[in-house]
């Protein structure tokens, strides 16, 4: 099983194999270097007493590759998985995963064509790997020395005599397999916290307060807290702790955000959980996701209900309905034995008053939606400011809950709060079903013709000069970067672009150039400094890379700017999205394919030119495609040229920003539509993603869906600070970086009134 093709080739080899075999048997299960196991032959590492495998599975139509268990013991549907190469990493069904020569563990995903994750080891001096008897994949130098180990990498599992430090997690998988909203960490404090994303811890070990503490999880099935002369200062197990007959156990962050120890039972041959963190599912914080209430139902298991949902409406409705542009006055529903907290973002004002002041404290108060106040003698209220509400209801619980409801006539999908004067108000209206048609039906600006991409080596560029740099010696610019520009002069550009009869974008002509070349024109502003109009265009003009469209040659005459750019065949993007014929050869894939090019593209300019360049202008109608549909990015670092963006500090999060609205006019098909950010969180959170999608594609891939968009709301963030960068941008969309739900991008988090004064 461990590299046979080299084992079955190399003699002297073989030989050492059977020599070291006489001398240690555990030198079985080592894995040599340049070892691998694929999908495709379906083969196995397997540690040497058979009780764990490392080797690919199936999972949602691609494969992840990690370890599981395998002993006979187990049946096949049973061998659950304990660890995951690079925890959410799902591949192509020609995927491989190597020890390389140069000792690293690299995961090559078939569908992508790239290494998806890597062990980053190719410095340590690895000389072989072993999955050992307890399931930890180690990686040894030639010392026999541990350089890296998969227990020190865990994905949402923890295994016995696995040690969990201050700078592990266990993420629980995701429901979706994007992502995870629950983890366990622990605190520098030395607590265990089970939180929600980063922010919410909803359940803690009651253990000491001390540094430099460890966890672990011990083969007799206690998960202990150990001080550094490995005291226990806590514990916690299950009623089969000590049992000798219990040969395998794991400890697991659920899917539901529970940590569990789990024993397996030979008698009935399955896995029984023994001990649980949370007793009552319910009190695991948003449990039921942004909307809906955790109850349980009459055989006691727990449920989650959409409790604000007006009676014959659609699921949509499923969040708090009220909005604060709500016109017509409000009235409150009552919700006994019922618990409310606010998700996004936790903005709740607690205060002590009686059942009625809480009450109407909360219907005078423009800003709040919805109101729980305690029972329990404590006479708390709290306010919650938020759409975004989750909660339980049980009879044993000593609180009552009211929620906002506006009293228009029509509930709409909750919108992200906006100061009432707002004016959104009649564009959110209709925007469950119909939001797409006008941008579908409107918009015949289509007067934009095509651009050509014409593929050009460096002998090509020597010819050009010699045609067009001629008189206007004086003018050419003699940097080193430009010398592939071509310099023309206003006549030439009339002549070129015949009097500017062929407008095809703002301020852009199409050309042909005396060799028949056609080109785009870019007309620029006159009151461009001549200086700084040659320094920026010599920039522009050296950077290269085949997703950026490529300058050139230049005007620079006095009272005329003009930028010369290579001509793309199927024109904008813009334009294709709304050109019925286009748009079908637009599929889900191509898509999907653009946001990664234009990401790389400009992550190219962020980060690899010389100096940074920002764009300063990212959209869908600077995106050009080619005849092969493969986009280009046009007219970058214009904003330096028109002096229209600010060149600050915040230029690259400003692409960011223009990047997540570019994914999402291009997933939509709505290039007109002002609020289609908002439009597609209130569908995001609404768990109607694919409702936002734009109707014309097909075969939506729905776990790329959720990426996309995850990722473009993190772009949209109004605080600059929580954007990503290009390069994270990227890896989600590759698929080799996870990505949590993000919070609603529009609002900062203090309410709308203070929002303009300060932190904006
Ligand atoms: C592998 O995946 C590709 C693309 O998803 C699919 O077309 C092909 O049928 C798959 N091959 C096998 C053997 O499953
Ligand atoms: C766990 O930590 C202890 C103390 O640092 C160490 O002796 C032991 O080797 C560690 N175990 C593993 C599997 O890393
Ligand atoms: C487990 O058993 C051992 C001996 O059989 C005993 O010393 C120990 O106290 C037991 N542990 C617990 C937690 O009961």
């Not at 590299?3 to 555990?26: K, N, T």
């Amino acid at each position: 099983m461990l590299g046979q093709e080299r084992m079955l080739f190399d003699l002297p080899f073989l030989l050492c194999i059977s020599i070291a075999i006489l001398l240690f048997p555990v030198v079985i299960s080592q894995i040599p270097l340049g070892s691998t196991i694929s999908v495709m032959k379906n083969d196995d590492w397997v540690s040497s007493n058979g009780d764990f495998a490392i080797g690919f599975f199936y999972h949602s139509d691609q494969y992840v590759v990690g370890i599981r268990f395998n002993s006979k013991t187990i049946p096949i549907d049973k061998q659950t998985v304990v660890w995951v190469a690079g925890a959410d990493i799902s591949v192509g069904n020609k995927s491989y995963f190597q020890l390389t020569q140069n000792g690293e563990l690299v995961l090559f995903d078939s569908m992508k064509g790239v290494i998806a994750w890597r062990s980053e080891t190719s410095n340590s001096s690895v000389a072989s790997a072993v999955l050992l008897d307890n399931g930890n994949l180690v990686l040894l130098n030639r010392k026999n020395d541990i350089v890296w180990q998969s227990f020190d990498n865990p994905s949402d599992t923890l295994l016995p005599g696995q040690n969990f430090t201050a700078s592990r997690m266990l993420r629980a998988a995701s429901r979706n397999s994007m992502s995870s909203y629950y983890s366990l960490e622990m605190a520098v404090s030395g607590q265990l916290q089970l939180r929600w994303e980063s922010n919410v811890v909803y359940w803690t070990s009651q253990s000491p307060f001390q540094s430099n503490l460890r966890a672990i999880f011990n083969s007799e099935g206690i998960l202990q807290i150990l001080d550094q002369r490995s005291k226990s200062v806590w514990s916690v197990f299950g009623d089969d702790h000590n049992d000798s007959n219990v040969n395998f156990r794991f400890l697991r962050l659920d899917v539901d955000g529970n940590l569990r120890l789990y024993s397996w039972l030979e008698a009935s041959r399955s896995w029984r959980s023994v001990w649980e963190a949370v007793g009552n599912q319910c009190n695991i914080f948003a449990t039921c996701g942004l909307c809906g209430i955790c109850v349980f139902n009459s055989s006691g298991s727990p449920v989650c209900r959409c409790p604000f949902t007006p009676t014959g409406e659609s699921k949509l409705q499923c969040l708090v309905p009220y909005r604060q542009e709500c016109k017509s006055g409000s009235s409150m529903i009552t919700y006994e034995h019922t618990f409310l907290y606010g998700i996004y973002p936790p903005n709740e004002t607690t205060s002590h008053h009686s059942l009625q002041q809480c009450k109407s404290l909360c219907q005078e108060d423009p800003l709040c939606t919805a109101v729980t106040f305690r029972t329990d003698g404590t006479a708390q209220c709290q306010m919650m400011a938020t759409q975004y509400i989750s909660g339980h209801s049980d009879p044993s619980l000593s609180s009552i809950s009211f929620v906002k409801r506006c009293s228009d006539p029509i509930a709409v999908l909750p919108i992200s709060p906006r100061p009432p004067s707002s004016s959104a108000n009649d564009t959110t209206q209709n925007q469950s079903n119909d939001f797409c048609v006008p941008c579908l039906v409107g918009v015949a600006s289509g007067t934009f013709v095509a651009f050509l991409v014409i593929q050009f080596g460096i002998g090509f560029c020597i010819y050009k000069r010699r045609h067009y740099i001629r008189k206007k010696a004086a003018l050419a610019y003699t940097g080193p970067t430009s010398n592939c520009l071509i310099i023309l002069s206003y006549p030439e550009i009339k002549d070129l672009t015949g009097n500017f009869k062929h407008q095809v974008g703002p301020k852009m002509f199409k050309g042909m150039l005396p060799d028949n070349r056609p080109v785009a024109v870019k007309e620029l502003k006159t009151s461009i400094e001549e200086r700084k109009f040659r320094s920026i265009v010599s920039k522009i003009g050296s950077i290269y890379h085949k997703s950026l469209v490529k300058l050139e040659g230049y005007c620079c005459e006095s009272g005329h700017r003009f930028l010369i750019y290579e001509f793309a065949n199927s024109g904008s993007l813009g334009n294709c999205i709304e050109d019925p014929k286009m748009c079908k050869r637009l599929t889900w894939g191509k898509r999907m394919e653009m946001c990664i090019t234009v990401a790389r593209a400009i992550s190219y300019l962020h980060t690899e030119c010389r100096e940074f360049v920002s764009h300063g202008n990212l959209k869908c109608e600077n995106v050009v495609l080619d005849e092969n549909l493969e986009a280009k990015v046009s007219e970058f670092g214009l904003g330096l040229v028109c002096g229209e963006a600010s060149y600050t500090g915040g230029a690259a999060e400003m692409d960011v920003g223009d990047f997540g609205k570019m994914v999402l006019v291009l997933v939509s098909g709505c290039r007109e539509a002002n609020d289609v950010c908002q439009l597609a969180y209130e569908k995001w959170a609404g768990g109607q993603a694919e409702t936002f999608v734009d109707e014309r594609i097909r075969g939506v891939n729905l776990d790329e869906l959720e990426r996309l968009l995850r990722i473009a709301f993190w772009c949209l963030q109004a605080d600059n600070r929580m954007r990503p960068s290009m390069g994270e941008v990227i890896k989600v969309l590759e698929g080799t970086l996870t990505v949590d739900p993000p919070p609603p991008p529009f609002v900062s988090r203090s309410p709308p009134e203070e929002e303009s004064d300060t932190e904006m």
